[in-house]
Structure formats: C-alpha cells, structure tokens
C-alpha cells in the first residue's frame, strides 16, 4: 500500500525519526513497571519507552500510523519512516506541492512532539529508498546492495545456509519471472523428510535464480485510475498471475 500510493508523484522525501521509541513517555502508573536493578543496588526506572517491552512494537507502530494519518494520502508511514511524494496540483508545481505537503508533516511532527533524524532524512528528491527498495516517478527499482549479497552467496552446504539464502532472495521475489518454479528443486531440500544431497539440478535452480536476479527489471507503480487485468494460472507446486494494463490509448 506504501508504494501503490506514490504512483503518478514526481518529488519525494524520506523523514527517518529520531529514536523511535524513545519518543513515547511511559504511561506514570507504568515507570515502577520498568524498573531494573543493578549490581549497586540501585533501581532504574524507564521514563519513555524502552525497547523489548512485549507491546512496544506495536504501540510505536500504532502511534506512528495515528498520528499523520490525516496526510496518509501523500505522507504514508511505516513504523519509523514517513515518505512524502507530491505532483503538481492546478497551477501549482510538483515542488510547491511537495513544500506544501513537508510543512503539513512538519507541523503535525511539531504537535505531536515527533523528531527527526536529520542526517537519515532525504528531502525533495526524484527518487527515495522505500522498504528495501529504490521509488521514482511510476518505477521501483531493487536495492543494489540486496542484489549484490543474493548473486554473491555462494553453494549453500547446509540446509540452514540455504534457508538464509532464501529468505534474502524470496523478500526480492516480485522481480524474478515464474520465481516459484525456479526455486521448486531448492524448497524439495527442505521438506522434513528430504536428505541433504545437492545434486546438478539443484544447483542449477541455485544458477537460475542468481542470474534472473542480476538482470532484474524495473517495475512500474500501477495506475489506480485504469482498469487491470489478471490472467491467473496454476501448477503442482506454484500459482502465478499476470496484471497488465493499456499504457496508453493510443
């Protein structure tokens, strides 16, 4: 849903806040709650909110998400990152808008008593790192870096190490074609009752992957105002779809 709404935007910016958790005061009845005791005998006493606390994930997210949800229509959030992406509006540029959207944000910051970290903000940029990944005007492109550590790793031994290597390249799937076929030798190696032994064909699913991987496209952010259409099938072991639509009238 983040990187849906930004389809169509021209100018972005990224605001990273500061601390996050530190940001929310614990409730006063909860302080004796957070106490710890060190080898001196004394007790420390948390006054906002620590991490590790069983419900802290889900309060900050939920404060991050309520706060600025006025302006989620071109300021959505994600825990404790706030994107801005702005077009032109009339006879107002794309980059009026966008100043007109971050003193928007910035005053919602400011009654919420909400900061940033400057030096992991990004401001009115044609392109921002977004949930692992790079967003421009109607295009996302994957993290280089992520690519580099996948088509780098090298023959897993084990099937721990081959977990580990599925986990970074499944979080990339969406950019590799029929990715569920390519991987279906590798996932056989991890049922419960397969025996460890990496044969040709499993090597070359390994291969297949890495190289759909390096030549990976740019996807395009869709359009919400024109129709789509999906073309579905399904196989043994993968379901797969299509969405397409018409660019252009013409």
Known sequence: MVLDSMSGSFIYSAIDLTDGFYQILMRESDIPLTAVSTPSGMLWEWLVMPQ????????????????????????PSY?????????????LS???????????????????????????CVFCAPEIPV???????????????KFSSICSWPTPTSPTELRQWLG????????????????????????????WLWRPEHQAAFDS??????????LMLPD??????????????????STTKVASES
């Open 52 to 75: 590790g606390l069983k419900n802290a994930l889900a309060t900050f997210n939920r404060m991050v998400s309520h706060v600025p949800r006025q302006l989620r229509d071109f300021a």
């Open 79 to 91: 825990f404790d990152d706030i994107f801005v992406h702005s077009r032109a509006e009339g006879d």
């Open 94 to 120: 794309a980059v009026e808008v966008h100043l007109r959207h971050l003193r928007q944000v910035f005053q919602v910051m400011r009654e919420n008593k909400l900061y940033a970290n400057l030096k992991k």
């Open 131 to 145: 949930l692992g990944c790079y967003v421009s005007k109607n295009a996302v492109r994957a993290d280089p870096e």
């Open 168 to 195: 970074l390249a499944n979080y990339l799937h969406k950019y590799t074609k029929d990715y569920a076929g390519l991987i279906q030798p590798l996932s056989s190696l991890l049922k419960n009752d397969a025996t």
């Open 209 to 218: 992957v890495k190289k759909s991987l390096a030549s990976a496209p740019i």
């Open 224 to 241: 919400g105002s024109k129709p789509f259409h999906v073309v579905c099938n399904a196989s043994d072991f993968a379901i797969g779809y």
